[in-house]
């Protein structure tokens, strides 16, 4: 294994570690939601940074479309779990906005998966390796990009901006 997927791995592990006790904890019915919604956000991330190993190891592009979109809607999932672990967190729960933060997501998700190479690129020529300065490859696509990847930049943008915003009024 490389230093990246290693380090990848490390995260993952902790992440699911973390995902299982707080869900543990929930089904104990202390604080359940709140433990709940934590529990599958660190569960989604873990599952997320292990797509994220496979996307940077794969060598042919039709393996790297598909890692790339099973990575991409677990980043979906996993913002849209923690929406709602901010939300809860800070008790600021404005359900029409959240449930429009989540229909943007769920609109990528739908995207993604419609789409034949997922929302970040409309085409994907071939893949290139980028060497790290410690000789480590990682793939990297040559395409060109999705006109509709601003509907997943916006989707990045609001989220951040109620997670800030949350937080300032907790």
């Not at 979109?69 to 729960?93: D, E, H, M, N, P």
């Not at 449930?99 to 290139?128: H, K």
């Amino acid at each position: 294994m490389t230093i990246i997927s290693s380090l990848l791995g490390i995260f993952a592990g902790i992440c699911l570690y973390v995902g299982l006790l707080h869900l543990l904890i929930a089904s104990a019915r202390l604080k359940s939601a709140l433990h709940f919604w934590f529990g599958l956000t660190c569960l989604l991330y873990a599952s997320y940074i292990l797509a994220l190993i496979a996307k940077y190891k794969v060598t042919d592009v039709e393996d790297y479309i598909n890692a790339r979109k099973l990575a991409s809607s677990l980043g979906f999932l996993f913002t849209i779990a923690c929406v709602w672990f901010v939300a809860l967190y800070t008790r600021f729960k404005p359900v029409r906005l959240l449930l429009a933060l989540n229909s943007l997501y769920l609109i990528c998700i739908l995207i993604n998966e419609v789409s034949p190479t997922g929302i970040l690129y409309s085409n994907i020529r071939r893949l290139s390796s980028i060497s790290l300065p410690w000789g480590e490859p990682i793939t990297h696509p040559e395409g060109t990009l999705n006109p509709l990847f601003g509907l997943q930049f916006l989707a990045i943008i609001s989220n951040v901006v109620f997670a800030f915003y949350a937080c300032y009024r907790q």
